[in-house]
């Protein structure tokens, strides 16, 4: 009998699932205008003891620096390019390319309590009148050949692989390009936990690889970044640590062990060390 595929967790699960981790990520990663939630670049492994702040600062520099470098594996850019920031959580992405890249962006995401930020931080950092933030599922952003760039960080892991490409196929003008950043699997054991806890359903490179060539999309680069993203969860694990002892000394109880996201984190962190795991990017293009 042959293996049933994996299947994502319904959108309204996911939609929950990030509507109510808001507060959480704004206390942590805030307080913005660009706030972001995802994996980071960091070259070296950091120094322990670092504060609480330092910690954000240096979280915060290697988000930021994976977005410039995925700015610099599409190249020429040119003012007023259309861009679809796919998952765009709390906007930090398409406050990035706004402000650094003076693009228009609609920033799309299914949590309802990020919709507001969005629009907040856009005002805050002077690009509200080029952040268009809407409340749509991936897979039914209106319009055809309207989006130069379409940018996915660790979003395409919650969509089917196929119907998302030919979404894609859809949406990008000719000659125009995704950029994808994601998590993807180098085991199959890890796909169970790592679905669980992040809601999704991880696949394999060659899976997005075989998804992309079959609906149109031809891959231009791809790049592993896993080396480099081993220490920005030394660095998360760090700051979770920080924060379980402050809620001790505040008379926390029941605090005593690691969190649950601190074994998750854990979790991925070992996934990237060992294999199990990997990191990275690819651009893919549609044929003129």
Request: net charge positive; glycine share 10%; hydrophobic share 40%.
């Given at each position: ?22 507060e ?51 190249g ?53 009148h080029q ?43 000719p ?10 699997l ?8 790592f ?55 505040q ?38």
């Amino acid at each position: 009998m042959s293996a049933q595929p994996l299947r994502a967790p319904p959108r309204d699960e996911v939609s929950a699932y990030y509507d109510a981790k808001t507060e959480r990520l704004l206390h942590r990663y805030g307080p913005g205008p660009r706030v972001h939630y995802h994996t980071g670049m960091v070259e070296e492994i950091p120094p322990p003891g670092l504060t609480v702040e330092a910690l954000r600062v240096r979280i915060h520099e290697a988000q930021e620096r994976l977005l410039k470098e995925m700015a610099l594996a599409v190249g020429g850019w040119q003012v007023g390019r259309e861009v679809l920031d796919v998952g765009c959580g709390l906007g930090g992405g398409s406050l990035y390319w706004a402000a650094e890249h003076k693009a228009r962006v609609t920033a799309i995401t299914i949590a309802p309590a990020h919709l507001p930020w969005v629009r907040r931080f856009a005002e805050q950092a002077g690009v509200a009148h080029q952040v268009t933030a809407l409340l749509c599922d991936a897979l039914e952003v209106p319009g055809r050949e309207c989006f130069d760039l379409v940018v996915a960080v660790e979003s395409s892991c919650y969509l089917p692989r196929r119907e998302w490409f030919r979404k894609l196929r859809t949406l990008l003008r000719p000659g125009g390009r995704v950029l994808l950043t994601d998590c993807f699997l180098g085991r199959p054991a890890m796909a169970a936990p790592f679905d669980r806890y992040w809601r999704t359903r991880i696949g394999a490179v060659d899976e997005y690889f075989r998804a992309a060539s079959e609906e149109g999309l031809r891959l231009e680069l791809h790049q592993d970044l896993t080396w480099r993203a081993v220490n920005f969860w030394t660095l998360t694990l760090d700051l979770l640590a920080r924060e379980r002892e402050a809620k001790l000394r505040q008379g926390g109880l029941g605090l005593v062990g690691r969190s649950q996201s601190e074994r998750e984190h854990l979790r991925l962190q070992q996934g990237f060390l060992d294999g199990g795991l990997h990191h990275g990017w690819m651009v893919l293009r549609r044929p003129r």
